[in-house]
């Protein structure tokens, strides 16, 4: 027998037994068994527990079998399911099939930056992207990079953006950088999402240089107040306000804009979805004339976290922007994952998507989709009845946003509610008002949960309510 070092043998022994991963595994079974019907937020005592993890940093190897029922003793208990019953954020759950590819591919624990790192990584990215120009019905051409959500596919596309309109003006920004370049408008609207404004400090631009046009009371853009558009203009755009699910008029904007010679982005995080969709579709009409788009798996499309995705229509300034040169586009060699993402080194974040695409077909997306919008209707329609609460939204897609007299009791119905742990919705600004934010982004959310979360927020106002008179 070869020789090896306590640690080494220990692990060793490890890999052979399995009893490890077996472990894990019944932990995580024990934890789907109640996933779907359980608290909705943990408990106090499951929070208090939290403490068992705060030690010194072990001297010593320690008992991998002990490490793991440690994890599932106190850590499970505190997480928080995004199942049925919760709206909050826009956090989606996650498809079965999609889940288990993703295990599976957690044990094959592939590098996706090369082809000869994981063949079949490459191969799933290619198809994939195919998969998805055909779905949102974009060129052929489109290229897709599997990035970690939509705050990393704003920047990669922004990247792209400055390459670009750098480039129409003899600038080779990857070369001669930023300082001195010829200035590039960013023009976008006062509902833009915080991940792009993140985006436009990150790539350079200053938050200080955006042109920012007047939204209506929906949060969409007012296309006739948009300034002259030119050659030198990002224009960014949003399928699905973070609030209200509204959608900017692409169709009134993008075309003209294009021609004009401006780069247009379109974040759309949770709402290009509905683009993929027969009955949705109408919401982002138009959008095939902008230049990149991004859109995360792990929102509406349920595929599980750390699953965003950059679509750009065009490939030399993306890979430009992103990889050290685009000479592999000319030199016809592979298309290699890295070249598309800004990280190198990234997990097989793709399996998963293509899980998800393969398990629901054309048909399911859309009625997964579709089927949240009506849940989204079903709970505005519930809570439109309800005493105390008023649907300040139309419910375009599968946000809906309440609140009640004031902003103080908004918020603290909203601690009632999730208090209550029944379902669980966050709260957000609108219009200047506090709100209850109520996100359907879940396969999993039958007309069953949204009755209960329904009669769960009225159970909420009238306890406040009654505390308030208790107290007054
Ligand atoms: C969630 C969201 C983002 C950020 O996406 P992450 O996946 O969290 O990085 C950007 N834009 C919109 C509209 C969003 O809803």
């Known amino acids: 027998m070869n020789k090896k070092n306590t640690l080494q043998a220990a692990m060793f022994a490890e890999m052979q037994s399995k009893n490890l991963f077996r472990k894990a595994k019944n932990h995580a079974f024990d934890y789907l068994e109640g996933a779907f019907d359980r608290n909705i937020f943990p408990t106090e005592t499951a929070l208090k527990n ?3 993890f705060e030690e010194p940093m072990p001297q010593e190897a320690g008992n991998g079998e002990a490490i793991i029922d440690l994890l599932h003793e106190y850590g ?9 019953r919760y709206f909050g954020f826009v956090n989606g759950s996650m498809i079965p099939t999609s889940l288990a590819a993703k295990n599976l591919s957690i044990y094959w624990d592939q590098n996706a930056a090369m082809q000869v790192m994981s063949p079949i990584t490459a191969k799933l990215e290619i198809v994939v992207q195919n998969w998805l120009n055909e779905l949102f019905g974009l060129p052929k051409h489109t290229v897709a990079g599997f990035v970690s959500g939509t705050s990393m596919a704003n920047l990669a596309a922004l990247t792209a953006a400055r390459f670009r309109l750098l480039k129409n003006k003899g600038w080779d920004v990857t070369e001669q950088g930023l300082f001195g370049a010829p200035k590039i408008r960013v023009v976008t609207h006062t509902h833009i999402h915080s991940s792009i404004l993140k985006a436009i400090s990150l790539a350079g631009f200053g938050k200080g240089n955006i042109e920012s046009v ?8 007012i296309p006739e107040n948009l300034p002259a558009l030119d050659d030198s203009t990002l224009l960014i755009l949003q399928a699905g306000n973070v609030n209200s699910g509204a959608y900017d008029n692409f169709d009134a904007i993008c075309k003209t804009a294009k021609e004009k010679g401006a780069w247009i982005h379109i974040d759309g995080a949770f709402g290009l979805w509905a683009g993929a969709t027969k009955r949705l579709k109408h919401l982002t009409k138009g959008f095939e004339h902008a230049h990149s788009y991004a859109v995360d798996g792990h929102k509406t499309l349920n595929t599980p976290y750390d699953s965003g995705i950059i679509l750009c229509q065009d490939e030399e300034a993306l890979v430009s922007a992103l990889h050290t040169s685009a000479s592999y586009l000319e030199s016809n060699q592979q298309r290699e994952g890295m070249y598309y993402t800004p990280e ?3 997990r097989a974040r793709v399996v998963e998507i293509w899980a998800a695409l393969k398990y629901l077909g054309k048909d399911g997306v859309d009625e997964m989709i579709f089927e949240m919008h009506e849940r989204a209707k079903e709970f505005a329609a519930g809570l439109a009845k309800t005493d105390g609460f008023e649907v300040l939204n139309e419910v375009v897609y599968n946000q809906v946003i309440v609140q009640c007299e004031s902003d103080e009791l908004t918020l603290a119905v909203m601690d009632k509610i999730q208090e209550l742990r029944e379902c669980w919705a966050g709260g957000s600004v609108w219009n200047g008002r506090k709100v209850i934010r109520i996100s359907v982004c879940s396969w999993a959310t039958t007309s069953e949960d949204i009755q209960r979360s329904v009669a769960s927020f009225e159970k909420a106002y009238q306890l406040v309510i009654g505390q308030l008179t208790a107290i007054g």
């Open 214 to 221: 007047d939204c209506d009371e929906h949060g969409r853009i």
């Open 344 to 346: 190198m080194s990234k």
């Open 50 to 52: 939290l403490e068992k």
């Open 76 to 84: 499970t208990p505190a997480t928080v399911p995004y199942n049925g």
